[in-house]
């Protein structure tokens, strides 16, 4: 693999908070405007980059977890680069949060108060990447699928790679393939959306766009 290159969902919904009363379950949130045209802008920068890089697509594959807003994002961004080969795959899907899913952070501690209570003991004490939240997934088990997608990546004959998922799951991705540790996840920074990170031949990582 030549180049791999990470990119975060555009703005959805419920990022803007737009979710709250209609409640779509997470896999089925939309992009907002805002992040149909922020996906739009970045898949016309980032064709612009590839050109000005001499990075060629023909030899490239698209990876897009299947939720909707990450299916827009990546079609919104295929307008500009044209990638034929397009795959699917659920172990790059958004970290579970379970009953704590769709609603506000303070009304998690009013509506769940004993699984807030527990989960929130963790948090205080370094168990940010261990505690699952409940009836959900801890980063370790999002961290535990998108190592065994980087297995199966390395036994592709692909040059450039291209991966649209969430926040959690590309922070674990660039966790596993740099053998980072559970305490570099508890204080890297959140990855924006539409943020770009490329990595090269050489194991070397940039943030393009953020």
């Not at 949130?29 to 000005?52: C, D, F, H, P």
């Not at 594959?61 to 680069?81: K, M």
């Not at 570099?184 to 959306?193: C, F, R, T, V």
Request: hydrophobic share 35%.
């Amino acid at each position: 693999m030549e180049n791999l290159f990470l990119i975060r969902h555009a703005v959805s919904k419920q990022n803007e908070g737009l979710n709250i009363e209609e409640k779509l379950p997470d896999h089925a949130v939309e992009l907002s405007e805002t992040g149909i045209k922020m996906a739009r802008e970045t898949g016309i920068w980032l064709n612009q980059y590839l050109i000005e890089n001499n990075i060629d697509l023909s030899h490239a594959r698209l990876y897009v977890s299947p939720f909707t807003r990450t299916r827009q994002t990546a079609q919104l961004i295929n307008e500009s680069l044209k990638i034929e080969d397009i795959v699917e795959d659920y172990l790059l899907i958004e970290h579970q949060y379970g009953l704590f899913s769709d609603n506000l952070w303070p009304d998690n501690k009013i509506m769940f108060p004993t699984e807030y209570e527990y989960y929130d003991r963790f948090y205080k004490h370094g168990g940010k990447f261990y505690q699952r939240f409940p009836m959900g997934e801890s980063p370790m088990d999002v961290a535990i699928r998108t190592r065994m997608f980087l297995n199966e990546l390395k036994n592709e004959d692909i040059d450039n790679v291209f991966i649209v998922s969430h926040g959690t799951a590309l922070k674990t991705l660039i966790m596993n393939y740099f053998k980072y540790s559970p305490d570099w996840y508890a204080h890297s920074g959140l990855i924006k959306n539409c943020e770009v990170r490329h990595i090269d031949k050489d194991n070397n990582m940039k943030i393009l766009r953020k």
